[in-house]
């Protein structure tokens, strides 16, 4: 394994990666360091084209140490497919979605979760806890349980009901709270406070390996791209993990020289319903102020005060990037144009990063020939309610 250590965007503190740890006593997230002159030296981007058709392909960029404790349900390498018509139909040459609605739980959520998992088992972790939308609560329960850990997961009453049932069937215990996930966040932090040590908060940046399974979206593209950068990585942002995980991954596989200098212009896509991060981007702010009233049907990226601020807006200016807000109703018909034209049912995020593409090709800021990768973070059929609401 060659993670060295774990380190502090904000204040620069080192912190050890052999310790559970949750946030820097600054308070910002903590992410996880390799050694990349011994992984250049250890493998070459031609050496992985043989391996395992999941995200432990990059094994030497990830926190495991001990084989045995990975746990995994075959998450990862998902299809990047080309959406020609509805790239026509909107003025894109060159449009791809990456779809993460075939990873196990429908939800990309599930890299995070078997990262984050194998490595708070590896490390003594025996019940993990935390706040979720949904799909992150159904993901870890999950994979809490097939590594043998307990779960507690506290998620808002509108969360989609398929995740629920997810995390009673995995065996978590199941806490539901009338308000939204900063509400559910506080009962987990009083379950942990009283739990002396025993349970392991795992919130969204709360632990720094949720990220690193994330993170491995943006070394796929690259290698399903030939090992090169698209122009522009669109992406639905809530607590914005696999955001700043796209924007760790092209860093790293940059010093590694794995992909040259290019830069893809990242874009994070929230709704006018809640759209902390775009308010504060367009002010120029280095943090947000909490959005009040949040609703969306994108239920996913229902966060009025993500953790991951700076982070987010770190990535968004570093790349020459951008932040949109969209509307539901626009969500809703894209949704179903998609569908007709490319055979695929979006879930409500991914939806409204396409109507993010075309909004931002109809304004100029995309040119026609721009390569863009979409993120498809989950399956529609995990939105069985929402699909039919998009319905004539
Ligand atoms: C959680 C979630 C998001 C937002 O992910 P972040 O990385 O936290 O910004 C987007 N889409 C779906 C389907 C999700 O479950
Ligand atoms: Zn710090």
Redesign the pocket.
Same mark, same amino acid.
């Given at each position: 394994m060659f993670l060295t250590h774990l380190s502090c965007p904000r204040c620069g503190a080192e912190h050890d990666s052999e310790a559970l740890t949750n946030l820097c006593s600054c308070g910002s997230p903590l992410l996880a360091r390799y050694d990349l002159d011994a992984v250049r030296a250890a493998v070459t981007p031609a050496s992985l084209a043989g391996r395992s058709a999941d995200l432990w392909r990059y094994r030497e960029l990830l926190p495991v140490r001990d084989n045995t404790h990975r746990v995994t349900l075959g998450e990862g390498w998902t299809p990047l497919w080309s959406a020609d018509r509805f790239g026509a139909a909107i003025g894109l040459d060159r449009l791809l979605v990456k779809d993460?609605g075939l990873v196990p739980t429908g939800?990309?959520?599930a890299r !995070?979760a078997a990262v984050g998992v194998s490595r708070a088992r590896e490390l003594g972790a025996r019940h993990v806890a935390m706040p979720t /939308?949904? /799909?992150?609560g159904a993901a870890w329960a999950t994979y809490a349980a097939r590594g043998g850990l307990r779960s507690t997961i506290a998620m808002p009453l509108g969360a989609p009901m398929i995740t629920r049932n997810e995390v009673i069937a995995a065996g978590g215990e199941l806490i539901l709270v009338d308000g939204l996930i900063g509400d559910a966040g506080k009962l987990i932090a009083e379950v942990v406070a009283s739990s002396a040590g025993d349970v392991f908060d795992a919130g +969204?940046l709360r632990e720094p390996y949720r990220l690193e399974g994330?993170k491995t979206m943006g070394y796929e593209i690259c290698e399903q791209l030939g090992w090169r950068v698209p122009d522009v990585i669109i992406?639905? +942002? *809530?607590?914005?993990? !696999?955001? $700043? *995980?796209i924007h760790k991954a092209l860093g790293e596989l940059r010093e590694l020289g794995w992909i040259g200098d290019k830069v893809p212009r990242l874009v994070a896509v929230q709704s006018t319903g809640c759209a902390p991060i775009v308010r504060a981007f367009e002010a120029g702010e280095r943090r947000v102020s909490p959005w009040p009233d949040a609703r969306t049907v994108?239920? !996913? $990226?229902t966060?009025p005060a993500?953790l991951g601020d700076e982070l987010i807006l770190d990535a968004l200016a570093d790349t020459g990037g951008t932040a949109i807000a969209v509307d539901d109703a626009e969500i809703l018909a894209d949704l179903r144009a998609f569908g007709a034209a490319e055979g695929l049912l979006l879930?409500?995020? !991914?939806a409204a990063c396409l109507t993010a593409a075309r909004l931002l090709r109809s304004s100029g800021w995309l040119a026609s020939t721009d390569e863009v990768v979409v993120?498809n +973070?989950?399956a529609g059929i995990?939105y069985p309610e929402t699909v039919g609401s998009a319905g004539a």
């Open positions: 993460e939800s990309f959520k !995070g /939308n949904g /799909n992150a +969204t994330k992406y639905p +942002t *809530g607590g914005g993990v !696999g955001l $700043i *995980g994108a239920f !996913g $990226i966060v993500p879930c409500p995020e !991914g993120l +973070t989950g995990k």
